[in-house]
């Protein structure tokens, strides 16, 4: 495989269920991001990890748990999520965060619908 | 606050015209990106600007970039229906450690025959 790959592609959720995202890059990137897209509204950044640490958490409700073992794999952790969480995320990697290397490579998405 | 605005939001288009799609930010940035996003598919990177009077040119499309207006454009040229798609653009600011990408709405582009 190449680039960057999302799993599930399609998840279907109940407010009380504990479900994962999970992301892999095979791009030997060393920066890993979480967007949410929503209908109408812009893509919106979630989180960032550098070299796996986390570097931006930007205002992200609890409910949404990130994790990054290792520099090609993040996962987003959900539980007790709200029906307005309906919403593509998206991955994506870069070399790094910063400086001329910085471009995105996004993956697929997993679009999550939250009943 | 950082602002990134498209306009317009949505275009119907005939084949064979020409348009413009404009994107305004509002902070000095760096480096801007044209992404494009088909239904259901992932983000495609189209164009990266990194200075100004920056123009790049790809098939039918061709990017620009005025820092000092803070703007950039997306030129579309004898549109044909593969166009079709929603074309998103973003612009690094610095935050932090990190150079933030924030996203513009998108521009949902149809191409009609």
């Known amino acids: 495989e190449t680039g960057v790959t999302q799993t599930p592609r399609h998840l279907v959720m109940g407010m009380t269920n504990k479900k994962s995202l999970k992301c892999e890059q095979h791009?030997?990137?060393?920066?890993m991001y979480w967007y949410k897209q929503s209908a109408k509204k812009p893509l919106e950044l979630m989180f960032v990890?550098?070299?796996?640490?986390?570097?931006e958490n930007n205002s992200v409700p609890s409910r949404f748990s990130p994790e990054c073992p290792n520099s090609s794999h993040l996962f987003l952790h959900l539980h007790t999520l709200q029906p307005e969480d309906s919403a593509l995320y998206l991955c994506?990697?870069?070399?790094?965060?910063?400086?001329?290397?910085?471009?995105?490579?996004f993956g697929p998405g997993t679009r999550l619908t939250v009943t | 606050e950082l602002k990134v605005e498209q306009n317009p939001l949505f275009l119907s288009m005939q084949e064979g015209k020409n348009y413009t799609i404009y994107c305004n930010y509002s902070?000095?940035?760096?480096?801007l990106y044209w992404y494009r996003q088909d239904p259901g598919k992932s983000l495609e990177s189209l164009f990266v600007?990194?200075?100004?009077?920056a123009v790049k040119q790809e098939g039918r499309l061709m990017a620009s970039l005025d820092t000092k207006a803070r703007l950039s454009t997306l030129h579309i040229t004898a549109a044909v229906h593969d166009l079709s798609a929603t074309y998103f653009c973003?612009?690094?600011?610095?935050?932090?450690?990190?150079?933030?990408?924030?996203f513009g709405k998108g521009t949902l582009l149809t191409v009609n025959p």
């Open positions: 994506a990697s870069s070399q790094e965060t910063a400086g001329t290397y910085n471009e995105q490579y």
């Open positions: 791009l030997g990137h060393n920066a």
């Open positions: 990890y550098n070299f796996k640490e986390q570097t």
């Open positions: 902070t000095t940035s760096d480096r």
């Open positions: 600007l990194l200075s100004n009077g």
């Open positions: 973003a612009v690094v600011f610095v935050g932090g450690s990190n150079y933030k990408l924030t």
